[in-house]
């Protein structure tokens, strides 16, 4: 959504994306998947898009506030959906985009 919005897609390295440690056990059981949990809607996490310029500026102030950050992929252009890449590179088709409660 935030790509759509901004006119932009995205390319996300889905290993990247920070997991509880409760969110890793239950994938690791193969009771969910990847795909579920990145669009199951049970967000814990503050999504943000920062350029390559000001990247380190906001890397040492988050250091500083004891915010752990986690860079999970880049934005391109185009308008296209947003890629997921797994593990291996290849792309996660999603058969859900979002969580949406109406």
Not at 38 to 62: H, K, M, Q, V
Not at 79 to 88: G, Q, R, T, Y
Request: glycine share 10%.
């Amino acid at each position: 959504k935030l790509c759509a919005v901004s006119g932009v897609s995205a390319v996300i390295d889905l290993k990247s994306i920070p997991l509880s440690k409760a969110t890793a056990k239950v994938l690791a059981t193969g009771a969910t998947s990847m795909g579920e949990i990145i669009s199951g809607g049970d967000d814990y996490e503050i999504l943000c898009t920062i350029g390559p310029d000001a990247f380190d500026e906001f890397n040492r102030a988050a250091q500083a506030a004891g915010v752990a950050m986690s860079p999970i992929g880049t934005v391109i252009a185009g308008e296209s959906a947003p890629k997921w890449l797994d593990a291996e590179g290849k792309e996660l088709p999603l058969t859900r985009t979002s969580y949406s409660h109406f």
